[in-house]
């Protein structure tokens, strides 16, 4: 049993970090009958407990309500920093080439724009762990590849429709490849299982094809 | 090793209550889809009511059992006479597992269906019966009164039937003629398990003692 409570049918910067600061005053109330609380890019599902009884949309937008009279958290406070070393080799980006071509940039240029970037998680989903991410370089716009890979490399880095992402685990996959993270994106033996989650900041960190090898050693 | 899948049917999972609280990081819940069967089931053999077990969806399994194993069946379910047919289960698993799995049919149409309030009465009632005649050791009785329940319970194959007839003829049905095709589809059910109740036995009954002698 689940409400959805939308605010906007586009994708807007603006509209989504109000979801994560609404998402995170709903999540620290802690109401017992909410089982999850889950961002999207325009609005927030809220997830009921199936014993709960009572219209669930009346409740939800009088929660909603609630929240907004008592004020939202500042953006800065919701969500945490979370740095992301990427190795950008060829090795590790098969598409960096493709997307340099349809650019008009060097591979060197789109990389340096990928790693200058700010983003933030705007939601998650498609597989555990795997983050939509606004903030993507404008000039770094391109579309998703015309024939999806039936198997991505786990950690790679990818880019489309304005966004970036981060594949948790070796899956089908159409974005345009551009490098690779060594970190662990999702391990359920985590005490924090997913690296990422909405409204998080996130800041790539270019390194070099030794430094991919050594980590984790 | 207690258990070997020899063949795993149609879309046989190992399910639990599901994890709820993830779904903000990208998890799907999962969970068995009658969480009151499992509940049950869990409770039958002394485990946690939240624990995993196997759901079996339309076509059953074949499975091994290495050792002597107690196992549960819960659910809108018809496998038990099966079971009892490869002689994988003996009268004291058949039993309760017909009473479970018209109780928790009954259940999950209740949940599931919705079903009018009346009709739900009607059919605890007849598996309530069902237990009263047991108790009595009277087992031609039982069996009548356990397939009534069962005709009432299993209703909604039936329905989707008399529906799709009643459409058919007389294109969307009104609130009543829908109401009078769902009746009609009980009606049917009803009238095959009074058949099969009255049918004579095809060959002689085995003696009551056979039958019984699980049961002492």
């Not at chain 2, 496998?79 to 928790?104: C, E, H, Q, W």
């Not at chain 2, 999950?108 to 009607?122: D, H």
């Not at chain 2, 019966?129 to 356990?146: K, T």
Request: hydrophobic share 50%; charged share 20%; net charge negative.
């Amino acid at each position: 049993m689940a409400a959805y409570v939308e605010f906007s049918r586009v994708l807007d910067l603006e509209v989504n970090e109000f979801v994560q600061r609404l998402a995170a005053a709903i999540h620290a109330r802690g109401e017992p009958w909410i089982r999850d609380v889950v961002p999207a890019l325009g609005g927030l599902a809220l997830h009921f407990d199936p014993d709960f009884e009572g219209a669930i949309s009346d409740v939800a937008a009088e929660l909603v309500e609630r929240c907004l009279k008592e004020g939202l958290p500042d953006a800065e406070n919701v969500g945490r920093e979370v740095e992301v070393p990427v190795c950008y080799d060829r090795v590790f980006a098969p598409d960096l080439e493709e997307v340099a071509a349809k650019t008009g940039l060097s591979p060197e240029e789109v990389v340096a724009r990928h790693a200058a970037g700010e983003y933030r998680v705007l939601m998650m989903g498609f597989a555990p762990g795997h983050a939509y991410m606004g903030g993507l370089d404008a000039k770094l716009a391109v579309p998703r590849r015309a024939t999806p890979r039936p198997v991505v490399p786990a950690g790679s880095v990818a880019i489309a429709s304005g966004q970036t992402v981060i594949y948790p685990y070796a899956i089908a996959g159409g974005w345009n490849i551009i490098g690779r993270t060594p970190l662990a994106v999702f391990d359920a033996r985590r005490e924090q299982p997913s690296l990422f989650a909405a409204g998080d900041r996130v800041r790539f960190r270019a390194i070099s094809g030794a430094e991919f090898e050594a980590f984790g050693r | 090793m207690t258990l070997r899948v020899l063949r795993p049917g149609i879309l046989m999972t190992v399910q639990d209550a599901g994890r709820h609280g993830y779904q903000h990081l990208g998890l799907c819940p999962g969970g068995a889809m009658d969480p009151v069967a499992l509940a049950l089931a869990n409770a039958l053999v002394g485990n946690e009511t939240d624990d995993a077990a196997l759901e079996i969806t339309v076509l059953g399994p074949d499975l091994e059992f290495a050792q002597d194993t107690l196992v549960a069946l819960c659910g809108a379910l018809a496998a038990g006479p099966g079971l009892l047919k490869k002689g994988m289960a003996d009268l004291r698993l058949a039993m309760p597992v017909a009473l479970i799995a018209s109780t928790s049919s009954i259940f999950g149409a209740m949940m599931g269906l919705a079903l009018p309030a009346k009709v739900v009465q009607v059919a605890l009632g007849a598996t309530i019966l069902g237990i009263v005649a047991i108790r009595r050791r009277d087992f031609v009785g039982h069996g009548g009164w356990m397939m009534r329940g069962y005709a009432i319970g299993l209703g909604a194959g039936t329905q989707v039937l008399t529906l799709m007839v009643g459409e058919l003829i007389a294109g969307p049905p009104s609130e009543f003629s829908r109401a009078l095709l769902m009746g009609a589809a009980w009606g049917i059910n009803l009238a095959v398990a009074e058949w099969i109740i009255r049918k004579p036995p095809a060959r002689p009954a085995r003696p009551a003692s056979a039958v019984v002698s699980p049961l002492r």
